[in-house]
């Protein structure tokens, strides 16, 4: 069974950090790409960054550049994300979804966990 389990959500205050994990389990995670997306409240759903697990290459979308960095345990089959210099406009469910390769958009990723909720004060 393919599951992939984010965790690691929470309240902040702007400037604040936090870790998001992404847990993966039941695929071959070495031969998969683990992206994190975002959706606030009345907004479509937003592509964070993406890691290709196999070679390591990321992606970040330029509103994280800088703040945000994405790393992969493929010892653990983890995904983490490490989210820097929070601002409220970061505040969103945050979720992590596995697809063959990065692609731009959400359409393509095949799997997808549950979200958690992160939330910057200001």
């Known amino acids: 069974e393919v599951q992939l389990q984010a965790s690691g959500g929470g309240l902040v205050q702007a400037g604040g950090s936090l870790r998001l994990s992404c847990a993966a389990s039941?695929?071959?995670?070495?031969?998969?790409?683990i992206g994190w997306f975002r959706q606030a409240p009345g907004k479509e759903r937003e592509g964070v960054s993406c890691?290709?697990?196999?070679?390591?290459?990321?992606y970040s979308a330029d509103s994280v550049k800088g703040r945000f960095t994405i790393s992969s345990d493929n010892a653990k089959n983890t995904v983490y994300l490490q989210m820097n210099s929070l601002k409220p406009e970061d505040t969103a469910v945050y979720s992590c979804?596995?697809?063959?390769?990065?692609?731009?958009?959400?359409?393509?990723?095949?799997?997808w966990g549950q979200g958690t909720q992160v939330t910057v004060s200001s």
């Open positions: 890691i290709s697990s196999g070679d390591g290459v990321t």
């Open positions: 979804a596995a697809a063959r390769v990065c692609y731009r958009g959400s359409k393509m990723f095949e799997f």
């Open positions: 039941g695929f071959s995670f070495d031969r998969y790409a």
